[in-house]
């Protein structure tokens, strides 16, 4: 069972170019989102989704874009880059009514 | 809107003394609160949660949690802590339904665990 699956771990961009973050999940979970960690920030919801084709912003939804096309995928895109996205990036699931989330790895970012 | 307060950004203790880490609420109705555990270039797992029931929720790797309602807070608490736990703490509390689906987490406290 691989749970959260996350690609690329790492990823070095040059401002202004874009880049998808994937992540999979294989617990049919209906629920998906996509957080930023920064230091003393804690974790930041970008956006999230409630099930395939039904997206939403969170807190800090500039410059990502999403789309949930299957109940599996849940990609976070970044449009043009800039140095403020480096970040580590962490795409979190959970069944839509029960408590927990469950995290990938992470992705670390970083835009120069 | 629902927040949490983490006071502390982080803790120090000796290896087999009792820990806290302090966690404060806020939310309209009935909380759902949540503990998460991340270690260094690791994702965040899952400790415990409390939604309904006993005050005093068990979770893993021995941590427990108690709920207080009257003073809006969900400390984690462990009775011997080890080196080993050491790691970065977060709480996050959600509402009872609608778009209060989504949680929000405290800013996180490092726990550090001295031998």
């Not at chain 1, 617990?27 to 957080?35: A, G, I, P, V």
């Not at chain 1, 999403?66 to 069944?95: G, I, K, M, N, W």
């Not at chain 2, 927040?3 to 880490?21: I, R």
Request: glycine fraction near 10%; proline fraction near 6%; aromatic fraction near 12%.
């Amino acid at each position: 069972n691989a749970g959260v699956t996350q690609t690329p771990k790492f990823q070095v961009l040059k401002t202004g170019q874009s880049m998808t973050l994937q992540c999979a999940q294989d617990m049919n979970h209906e629920y998906m989102s996509w957080y930023r960690q920064d230091p003393g920030m804690g974790l930041r919801l970008i956006h999230y989704s409630v099930g395939a084709g039904i997206t939403d912003q969170g807190e800090v939804p500039n410059g990502y874009n999403v789309s949930r096309s299957t109940t599996e995928d849940f990609p976070l895109r970044l449009l043009s880059a800039a140095p403020s996205q480096t970040s580590v990036y962490f795409c979190a699931s959970r069944h839509r009514f029960t408590g927990e989330l469950f995290f990938g790895e992470g992705s670390r970012l970083t835009v120069l | 809107a629902q927040s949490v307060a983490q006071p502390e950004d982080q803790v120090n203790v000796a290896e087999g003394n009792p820990l806290t880490v302090k966690c404060t609420y806020s939310v309209s109705g009935n909380p759902y609160l949540f503990w998460y555990v991340q270690y260094p270039n690791r994702g965040l797992q899952f400790l415990l949660k409390y939604i309904t029931g006993d005050n005093l929720v068990k979770g893993s790797y021995g941590f427990e949690a108690e709920f207080n309602k009257s003073q809006t807070s969900f400390h984690l608490k462990k009775p011997s802590a080890l080196v080993s736990d050491s790691a970065l703490y977060f709480c996050a509390v959600r509402g009872p339904s609608g778009g209060s689906y989504i949680p929000t987490f405290g800013r996180g406290t490092s726990l550090i665990v001295h031998p």
